[in-house]
Each structure stands twice: as structure tokens, then as C-alpha cells.
């Protein structure tokens, strides 16, 4: 599954994202454990591959339930599939000693956990590792740097920041609406890591 995944996650960012530099990220891309990578350490799509799973199901959100006429494919495209980069190059697969309930016996167990080489915040860190290869819109910036909404360090903190995005940005508030959709309700139960 997780190839056809990377198969279809490069054929839609080919088709639609066409502006100069795209060709680089995707190669870049192919560097990092971006299309094994999980999504997170125990929550939605905490598993090999998850991370890409996640990206297509957030684009696919994003695409059916709020694109409109004069919105862009490109920038849908941008928005859904590339919003969590930073977590390329993230994750870890360490062990843990868990006690088993039928044999009282400790067992290592595989876990995801956070090994951030480069500590730069959530949707600030994408939008800096994309923008080392191509342009993007204020729009895009604003709607992939707030995606994470109320869940956010800095919104957690008090700035309006968020709200001024969201109120300017209308792209911005339908991938953070996209992202919760798809994580909360498309991804429930996704979350097992593959040992």
C-alpha cells in the first residue's frame, strides 16, 4: 500500500503543481523517509507509511469538500499534500520493555518517537523547508504555517496572529478544517506501529 501511496502522492503534486523548484522538492523528498515515515508517534496514522497516507487524506478532504471556483489546484495541491513536511526526517523507531498481560513476561516493543534535528516549530518548519525550493503564495504560507489551529504553540500562547490569517486567508482555515477532518474522523484507528 505504501507505494501506490508515494505513486499516487507524485502523481497528483505532478499534475498540479507545475511553478519552478517543484521538481527539486519532489526529488528532495525522495531523500528524506517522507513516504515511510508515520504521521505521528501514537495518534492518527502512527505507522510505516502513515505520514503520506495522511497527506493524501488531507489533500483529498481539502479538494471534495472545500475547493471553489476561483480557488487553485496548485495551491490545494501545495497546501494538503506538503502542510506537515517537517515531519520528514522527525521520527525514530526505538523500544520500549512492556509487560505481557499473558505471560508476565517483559517484551521489547517498537515505538515511534520525536528525534526534531532541526527545532523550528510545526507549520513554520514546512513552510521553511518548501520555500528552499520553490515560492509560495502568502495564501499558502499563511494556510500550511496555521494549519495545527488552536493546537498550535503560538495560538496556545494568546497571539491573534491566527485569527488575522484566518479572517485574510480563507484558504487557511479550509486546510485546518481539512487536517481535523481527516485526522479526527477519515484516519480513527490508524495507529498501530508495524514491529
Known sequence: MENANKEEFCRIFQEHVTREGAERLLAWLSTTDFFTAPASTKFHCACEGGLVLHSLNVYKTLREKYFEEADSEESFALCGLLHDLCKANFYKVSTRNVKNDETGQWEK????AVEDAFPYGHGEKSVYLIERFLRLKPAEAMAIRWHMGGFDEAARGGSFAI???YDKYPLAVKLHLADLEATY??????SAVRG
Do not use: D, N, V
Request: a positive charge.
Open 109 to 112: 516493543k517498537p515505538f515511534y
Open 163 to 165: 485569527s488575522a490569517a
Open 185 to 190: 474522523l477519515r484516519e480513527h484507528g490508524t
